[in-house]
């Protein structure tokens, strides 16, 4: 199975004093079909290394900034990947793309046009929107739509991690134990394109609509 998955990679550095070098467990009282046992440092890793199979043939694409710090965790992201799919076989191919910290206009369609131009018909998609711009997070999910429209995609999970820091006596923050969570946003994508389609006369019979497809 052709899978896609887009990974946003965070900005700041995620080794060091007060890191634990094997990582941390990040559960999800979500969808414990997606929660890893085991310790990551990227919590993509972690979903994938549950959920791939030997057959499946995998497209990461890291969306990173050009700083130092990105480009060491793309390195740290990757090595970790290939270490937990030692055990598993997938075939796995990665991607990056790069841009500036920057939300103008330009630079926004630029985004997109990269991001959709990795799509490929009849694949499963899966993202990571922890990290990055705020405008990142409506971009993926354009992104998600375009290709499940027009390349018969299927959005299997949505996801983003939470880590909770706390601060040395140095002053510096650090990842605070057993405070690692996955959020599954699957539902808000669908609600989205479920409010995008339906049709209604007025907004008062729209809301009585929505009410009741919720309550099912």
């Known amino acids: 199975m052709k899978k896609i998955v887009f990974a946003t990679i965070p900005m700041q550095p995620q080794d060091g ?21 085991g310790k990551v440092r990227f919590a993509i890793n972690g979903f994938l290394a549950k959920t791939l199979l030997k057959e499946d043939d995998v497209k990461v694409i890291r969306i990173l900034v050009s700083n130092e710090a990105s480009k060491k965790n793309v ?36 985004r997109f046009q990269e991001l959709i131009g990795e799509l490929e018909e009849d694949c499963e998609i899966f993202l ?41 006596e140095n002053g510096k923050s650090v990842p605070k134990p057993d405070t690692c969570e996955i959020f599954d946003v699957t539902s808000l994508y669908y609600l989205n394109s ?5 049709s209604a006369p007025d907004g008062k019979t729209a809301l009585e609509r929505l009410n009741k497809f919720l309550a099912l």
């Open 17 to 37: 004093e007060g890191w634990d070098s094997d990582g941390y467990v990040y559960k999800c009282n979500d969808n414990k079909n997606i929660e890893y046992n």
């Open 75 to 110: 390195k740290l992201q990757e090595a970790e990947l290939y270490k937990l799919n030692e055990n598993i076989g997938a075939k796995l191919d990665f991607k990056e793309i790069v841009t500036d910290f920057d939300d103008s206009g330009r630079t926004i369609e630029k």
């Open 128 to 168: 990571d929107m922890t990290f990055g711009s705020k405008t990142l997070v409506p971009i993926l999910f354009y992104v998600c739509g375009f290709a499940e429209r027009f390349f018969n995609a299927n959005i299997k999970n949505i996801f983003y991690d939470k880590i909770e820091f706390m601060r040395l």
């Open 194 to 198: 479920l409010t995008s389609v339906m």
